[in-house]
Nanobody
Framework: VQLQASGGGLVQAGGSLRLSCAAS????????MGWYRQAPGKQRELVAS?????STNYADSVKGRFTISRAKNTAYLQMNSLKPEDTAVYYC????????????????WGQGTQVTVSS
């Protein structure tokens, strides 16, 4: 199973970016998909997550500005009204992937995509 993240880049404050995370491989089911971010010198933090049923969860710092959505095994993060403090490497995560190969559920991470917001 692989998670491929894309869509990062450089944008001015107030601008928008859309991140995508496509999961591929021997996937039977993914319940939760989420986005985390890690800024230099800071711990990785949850930005947003979405269940297979469409329930969402957001960090307080992005509520009203970011929207997570999902189409089966691809998750999107629409980021509007970006601020310099949103600058970070963004990682997609699927913590409970059930595969067609092995019993149980497994945690997978994408490779990270850089988001830089200039002031």
């Amino acid at each position: 199973v692989q998670l491929q993240a894309s869509g990062g880049g450089l944008v001015q404050a107030g601008g928008s970016l859309r991140l995508s995370c496509a999961a591929s491989g021997s996937i039977f089911r993914i319940n939760v998909m989420g986005w985390y971010r890690q800024a230099p010198g800071k711990q990785r933090e949850l930005v947003a997550s979405i269940t297979s049923g469409g329930s969402t969860n957001y960090a307080d710092s992005v509520k009203g500005r970011f929207t997570i959505s999902r189409a089966k095994n691809t998750a999107y993060l629409q980021m509007n009204s970006l601020k310099p403090e949103d600058t970070a490497v963004y990682y997609c995560n699927a913590p409970d992937v059930v595969t067609t190969k092995l019993p149980g559920a497994y945690d997978y991470w994408g490779q990270g995509t850089q988001v830089t917001v200039s002031s």
